[in-house]
């Protein structure tokens, strides 16, 4: 077979994940559910796939687009497969986990699809993990969640960590205090995430001016926090800002080393999100390997969370794990595997009497031999 062909084994954006490469991905989410449940966030298994009404409800709604679709054979109703996991502990939380006690925090991980990759995401199946913080409707938990994921991926090396702020209710706050039409306000909401300044003039009526100078405004928390200060917001989004103030000022005190940014008028991805929100970048890459923000259960209830998406994260986690791979001969005890297994070496037991050891060590890529009860690195 051809290697050209067996490049079409796979839809396009689906990839086999090989060894060592599928190890190191569960290592890594491993030891990112790890640090998440030791600062009390309690590990939870949503299905692949569910009823398609479901899917789509609440902080779902906006996803019809994105999921693939199937009948059920069972119930003949439309099932979706799930194309973003958060959607789904929304749905835990309000229904299964009502009752529990508040705030409640949840973790997860697994695999999602969804219909269509981008140009510079091109995989359409890939896994995420991440935390939501559900219950509570103050700045403690935004801030709660930003440092949990920081100091998670500082335990996993992840070099240079940047977290930019976002705010996208000050937009909305500021164009109401200006009365602007529903139509000038699309347009001009749509100017913002392409920072056309030309257009934001041309709708913006008096807002104009102001919204323009957020746009400069963003960048390093400092700058953002002294030029936002001279500027006259209304009411309701100077209240909206001054949160966002308190979580920066509580972030560089509790997260010194990771560099804090703020977009003041970014909106994009975060469309269903009712206050803070944020994306994690790493000097390592040009990727955004996490967000996450403050969004509404169904209920009405407050939640705030983060996802990391495994794949853009695993390229910058440095890979430190030499794997001991010790071949023992055919024969050998299940007792003596196992002490050594208990000592955390991989164990690989030759399946055929009289073959040359060395010779099949190093055939089947192990590191050391079992000689006189000793390992013995393979020369």
């Known amino acids: 077979m051809s290697e050209n062909s067996t490049k079409t084994l796979l839809p396009e954006g689906l990839r086999d994940v090989l060894p060592p490469d599928a190890a190191f991905e569960n290592?890594?989410?491993?030891?990112?559910?790890?640090?998440?449940?030791?600062?009390?966030?309690?590990?939870?298994?949503?299905?692949?796939?569910?009823?398609?009404?479901?899917?789509?409800?609440?902080?779902?709604a906006g996803m019809g687009e994105r999921i693939f679709r199937m009948l059920d054979p069972s119930s003949h109703r439309t099932l979706g497969v799930r194309n973003d996991i958060t959607t789904q502990i929304a749905r835990i939380a309000a229904t299964r986990l009502a009752s529990d006690a508040r705030p409640l925090r949840l973790t997860y991980s697994g695999p999602v699809l969804r219909v269509?990759?981008?140009?510079?995401?091109?995989?359409?199946?890939?896994?995420?993990?991440?935390?939501e913080l559900i219950g509570a409707d103050n700045g403690a938990a935004d801030i709660e969640v930003i440092v949990v994921v920081?100091?998670?991926?500082?335990?996993?090396?992840?070099?240079?960590?940047?977290?930019?702020?976002?705010?996208?209710?000050?937009?909305?706050?500021?164009?109401?205090?200006?009365?602007?039409?529903v139509a000038a306000a699309a347009r001009v909401r749509a100017a913002l995430d392409h920072k056309d300044v030309a257009e934001i003039n041309a709708h913006a009526g008096q807002a104009a001016g102001l919204l323009t100078k957020l746009i400069e405004a963003s960048g390093p928390v400092d700058r953002a926090m002294a030029q936002v200060a001279t500027l006259a917001l209304p009411p309701a989004a100077k209240a909206e800002w001054a949160a966002l103030e308190?979580?920066?000022r509580a972030l560089r005190a509790a997260i010194p080393n990771v560099a804090i940014t703020v977009d003041a008028v970014e909106n994009r991805g975060f469309e269903y999100h009712t206050g803070i929100t944020f994306s994690v970048f790493t000097a390592a890459s040009q990727r955004e390997i996490g967000r996450g923000g403050r969004y509404k259960l169904v209920s009405g209830e407050a939640a705030t969370g983060a996802t990391l998406l495994i794949d853009a994260l695993l390229p910058v986690v440095p890979n430190t794990a030499t794997a001991r791979r010790l071949f023992v001969s055919n024969g050998t005890s299940r007792a003596v595997v196992a002490t050594w297994q208990d000592k955390g070496w991989i164990v690989v037991v030759g399946l055929s009497a009289g073959?040359?050891?060395?010779?099949?060590a190093k055939r089947l890529k192990c590191t050391h031999i079992l000689k006189?009860?000793?390992?013995?690195?393979?020369?």
């Open 116 to 131: 269509k990759g981008t140009q510079l995401e091109p995989e359409r199946q890939f896994t995420q993990a991440g935390i």
């Open 27 to 60: 290592e890594v989410v491993e030891r990112l559910t790890r640090t998440f449940a030791l600062n009390g966030y309690n590990l939870v298994k949503p299905p692949l796939i569910e009823f398609e009404d479901t899917l789509l409800s609440g902080v779902g």
């Open 372 to 379: 006189s009860s000793d390992a013995v690195a393979v020369s």
């Open 246 to 248: 308190h979580v920066a």
């Open 355 to 360: 073959v040359d050891d060395t010779t099949e």
């Open 150 to 181: 920081a100091e998670a991926l500082k335990k996993l090396g992840v070099p240079g960590l940047s977290v930019d702020l976002a705010l996208p209710t000050l937009v909305p706050a500021i164009l109401a205090g200006f009365n602007l039409s």
